[in-house]
């Protein structure tokens, strides 16, 4: 099913949802507002609505759909196998397409599909962002003013160099076990190229060769989350161009969102486009994430070095119930000498991020973090690890407001620790 | 415009964030779990936080003469929470509170949106148990499992939601509030209105607080899954299991439709080339348990069937949630799951399964069948599509025989799903004019204006329009 199709293409999926309920166990945005157009089945019924003609696109029948972290929670716990995920993006889109999106995210989007202006923008604002943010530590910073974002809230600085800035474009080594193209993604690459540095540091560690192509940009996620199926789809077509060429054994990521739009989300853009579909396959078959892939190597684990550190692992939506990949970051996490793993009650639950999500509900969705801060309490571990730089970006946010001495980090910067690389 | 008056009487009462109107939102209180039932929109939606809101709620809808439709999670399957006639839908989420554990009486005070689940949670510290258990348990709430008397998983050695069912405080039409039955054991003060309000289907009252009692936690249990060839050798273990004065707290049986779609859904290995499997679960003291296993598995390989017992907490997990995912799972068929409750007494119980087969032949339907095969209490589930309608006739059919052969083997038309508005019209089949009337009687007592969730159960308005 191509995700352009709007409405019509999810039809025999909405009519599969027999209303039994049992969404409402699974949904963390049910758990806290327990009104049934916030769980899946009411969103499916207004879905099956909409795709009759019996509603009409409205703001109001747009916000209802915003309500959703795409977490994947219900989809999980589904007997009936619906996959509300694409019951929500087709309606997004059927609703973007009438109603338009709300401006900023437009704006912020097309940017998206200008990787020069968009880099050439944020460099500027790396720069300038002193003016509008505090800083509270090296990598915590609170707005100064309303600027959209919640007083309180704690976001990291955009890095002044980032991650694509520093790399080179090739690193080669000696009788290399593997070639592989890294992708960074937004989040990594702008405000955590740390995560970047260190899966470089863990691949060659392990004598695995990196290319890192120069003109990659946005994976896509926010086009394709907020309805804005066009542009994903040139941005899909783009990476397929950069990435499909190279003759790598595998292109790695470093969040899960962005694997899923490469191993999920393009396909399904692209299969209608000609020339693009075998290709597009092509690229999803070889996408990995950096977790999976290093456990699958596997790692070289003679130079580790032991690690006094306790640690929990969140895991996030996308990487976990979206790709897969489960235990294999716990498994690299416990294989570390010297490092005690503790898991949290509920590694699974989405953390509240989402995207978007947490700059339009930022009350929601800083309630639904408090269920995962009380777990990690509960772990005493000292550092928490996950996959995903939006899920480090909520952690870290409720961590320090909650003034628990728990640090979030991607597992491959715990990893690259381990093999020598400084934090 | 008495409707607008009444929302802002409604917001004044409630606050404005207690009183739902947005046409999106109104539409996802249209319908429950029930399917082939129409869907209908309600005027407002209200989440009551409190006893006081709800009299509120009562006085208001008086007023107004505005119909109120309580709802829990809305996951019943009789069409008991669908507002017919538009109105109000008094939705309990809000009064989730668990207001007591009380160790020493062994019980527990809750209000109604808490959900069965938590409660079991709650008490679980305490070595405690709530034992209704129905499907849906991590769902469902306590007031809609106690309107709709529901019963479940565990029913064959505990009962059902009326055994545990101590005390209630209920708002009435009125608008006023009575408790009645309370912490006592012992209770024989007037009639048995806790009783009477157990099952009551939103149509006498609306509950606002409820006293359960808890039991200790068994100390053991042993949980066996049995796979059989034939049908019938997977009923006649269920009888003889009973007749041998062995009481499984669960003894459930999923056909091989149903199998075939929860493997798809579990994926936990369950085998696919039976003709039924059994789910039984024994608890209680360790050597109780080991000599009714023992029995168990004797009756079972006498019935030429082969047992497996689950060796882990997280095995005996995965087989209760697969069989708690039948009904949905089924859905990966068809669309459309008629699903139908018709008890019969358990030594009936093979009779009953192999009506059920032929019944799916006689009129051309794929049938799964699951249920709670110890109480006699099977799941005919037919599949099909809502938007073909020569075979939905043929479904409505079908589901009549049901009926007859579950009412002719001294059966009952539901078991624990309630009549609601899908099993209104055969109720005299199963109690008569006479029996009828009394149930009509009783809500003109309670409910002479016809206020709470018309429509359902008994129909007064009928009556109304025949005078
Ligand atoms: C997959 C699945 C499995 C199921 N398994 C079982 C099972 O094993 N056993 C079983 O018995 N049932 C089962 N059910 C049916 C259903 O889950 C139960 O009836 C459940 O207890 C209903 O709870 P609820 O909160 O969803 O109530 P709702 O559906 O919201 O309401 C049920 C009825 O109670 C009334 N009501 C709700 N709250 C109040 C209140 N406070 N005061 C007065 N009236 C009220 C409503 O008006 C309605 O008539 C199953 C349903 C599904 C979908």
Redesign the pocket.
């Given at each position: 099913m191509s995700l352009l199709n709007g409405m019509a293409a999810v039809k025999e999926e909405i009519i599969k949802c027999m209303?039994?309920?049992?969404c409402q166990a699974a949904c963390p945005i049910y758990k806290e507002l327990r009104l049934e157009p916030a769980v899946a089945r009411g969103k499916i019924h207004l879905a099956g609505m909409l795709a009759g003609g019996e509603l009409k696109a409205a703001p109001a029948l747009a916000e209802r759909f915003a309500l959703c972290l795409t977490c994947l929670a219900c989809t999980a716990v589904c007997p009936s196998g619906v996959k509300v995920c694409d019951i929500i993006l087709a309606a997004r889109a059927a609703l973007a397409a009438e109603l338009g999106l709300p401006f900023a995210k437009r704006a912020a989007f097309a940017a998206l599909t200008q990787p020069k202006l968009f880099r050439a923008g944020l460099k500027t604002f790396a720069r300038l962002q002193g003016l509008a943010f505090r800083r509270l530590a090296p990598f915590k910073m609170k707005p100064r003013f309303p600027l959209g974002l919640e007083m309180r809230r704690v976001v990291p600085p955009l890095a002044t160099a980032s991650f694509l800035d520093r790399a080179k474009e090739k690193y080669p080594v000696e009788k290399p076990l593997a070639r592989v193209a890294l992708f960074a993604g937004c989040l990594n690459n702008y405000v955590y190229p740390r995560v970047g540095h260190a899966a470089l540091h863990v691949l060659q560690a392990n004598r695995v060769e990196v290319v890192i192509p120069r003109e990659q940009h946005c994976c896509g996620a926010p086009s394709i989350y907020n309805g804005a199926t066009g542009m994903a789809r040139e941005m899909a077509r783009s990476h397929v161009d950069i990435f499909g060429s190279l003759g790598v054994d595998a292109v790695i990521t470093m969040c899960g969102t962005c694997g899923e739009s490469f191993a999920h989300f393009y396909p399904r853009l692209l299969e209608d486009v000609p020339g693009y579909g075998k290709k597009a396959r092509e690229l999803a078959r070889k996408t990995t994430d950096i977790a999976r892939f290093l456990y699958r190597l596997p790692l070289d684990k003679g130079n580790l070095r032991s690690l006094d550190l306790s640690v929990t692992y969140h895991q996030p939506c996308h990487l976990g119930r979206g790709l897969g990949v489960v235990k294999e970051p716990v498994e690299l996490l416990s294989g570390i000498p010297g490092t005690r793993y503790t898991p949290l009650k509920d590694p699974a639950r989405c953390c509240g991020n989402a995207g978007s999500f947490s700059l339009s509900h930022y009350h929601l969705s800083y309630r639904i973090l408090g269920h995962k801060l009380k777990d990690i309490a509960g772990t005493g571990a000292q550092v928490v690890a996950t996959g995903c730089p939006a899920c480090k970006m909520q952690l870290t946010d409720g961590l320090t407001q909650e003034n628990m001495s728990q640090e979030a980090m991607h597992t491959v910067e715990i990893l690259a620790h381990a093999y020598g690389f400084a934090l | 415009m008495s409707l607008e008056k009444a929302l802002t009487d409604l917001r004044r009462a409630l606050g404005p964030h207690n009183v739902i109107t947005d046409p999106a939102d109104l539409l996802c209180y249209s319908y429950?779990?029930t399917a082939d039932v129409p869907t209908q929109r309600p005027d407002v939606v209200v989440t009551p936080e409190s006893t006081a809101h709800v009299v509120q709620v009562v006085k208001i809808a008086r007023q107004y003469r505005l119909p109120i439709?309580?709802?829990?999670?809305?996951?019943?399957?009789?069409g008991?929470?669908i507002p017919l006639r538009g109105g109000i839908v008094l939705a309990?989420v809000k009064m989730n509170r668990i207001l007591e554990i009380d160790p020493a009486n062994l019980t527990a005070t809750v209000q109604?949106g808490v959900i069965?689940q938590d409660l079991n949670n709650a008490v679980a510290p305490y070595g405690l148990l709530y034992p209704p258990?129905?499907?849906?348990v991590a769902?469902?709430?306590m007031?809609?499992?106690?309107?709709?008397?529901?019963?479940?998983?565990r029913g064959l050695k505990y009962g059902?939601t009326r055994h545990y069912v101590m005390g209630l405080e209920?708002v009435l039409a009125s608008g006023e509030v009575i408790r009645c039955g309370g912490k006592t054991v012992k209770n024989v003060t007037g009639y048995d209105l806790v009783r009477l309000f157990t099952g009551?289907?939103?149509?006498l009252?609306?509950?606002?607080e409820i006293t359960v009692r808890l039991i200790p936690a068994p100390q053991a249990r042993e949980t066996m899954l049995a796979g059989f060839a034939r049908l019938a050798d997977a009923g006649n273990t269920v009888t003889e299991i009973i007749q041998r004065k062995v009481i499984p707290a669960t003894l459930e049986i999923m056909d091989r439709v149903t199998v075939e779609v929860v493997e798809n859904y579990a994926h936990i290995g369950l085998p696919t080339d039976v003709a039924a499997l059994l789910l039984i679960e024994v608890d209680g003291i360790p050597e109780v348990v080991k000599y009714e296993a023992e029995t168990v598995r004797e009756i079972i390989k006498k019935n030429n069937g082969w047992v497996k017992t689950a060796e882990n907490e997280a095995a005996r997990e995965n087989l209760l949630a697969a069989r708690?995912?039948?009904?949905?799972a089924l859905a990966q068929r068809k669309p459309t799951t008629i699903l139908e409750d018709a008890t019969v007494p358990r030594s009936k119980i093979t009779e009953m399964l192999l009506a059920l087969e032929e019944i799916g032949k006689k009129y051309d339907l794929l049938i799964g069948t699951f249920g709670?095969a110890g109480d006699g209490n099977l799941h005919p589930t037919i599949l099909a599509d809502a938007r073909d309608e020569d075979e939905m006739r043929r479904v409505r059919a079908a589901v009549e025989e049901i009926f007859r052969v579950a009412l002719s083997l001294g059966g009952t038309l539901s078991?624990?799903?309630?009549i609601?508005m899908a099993k209104m019209r055969f109720l005299p089949w199963e109690m008569g004019a006479s029996g009828v009337n009394v149930l009509r009687q009783i809500k003109k007592a309670l409910d002479p204006e016809n206020i709470l969730?018309p429509g359902?159960m008994v129909d007064l308005a009928q009556e109304e329009e025949q005078k």
């Open positions: 209303k039994c309920g049992n | 429950d779990a439709y309580p709802r829990g999670s809305g996951t019943n399957l009789s008991g929470t309990t109604p069965i258990d129905p499907g849906t769902t469902a709430t007031g809609g499992s106690v309107a709709e008397c529901s019963g479940g998983l059902v209920v009551s289907e939103g149509t009252g609306i509950i606002t708690r995912a039948a009904l949905p709670h078991g624990e799903h309630g609601g969730n359902k």
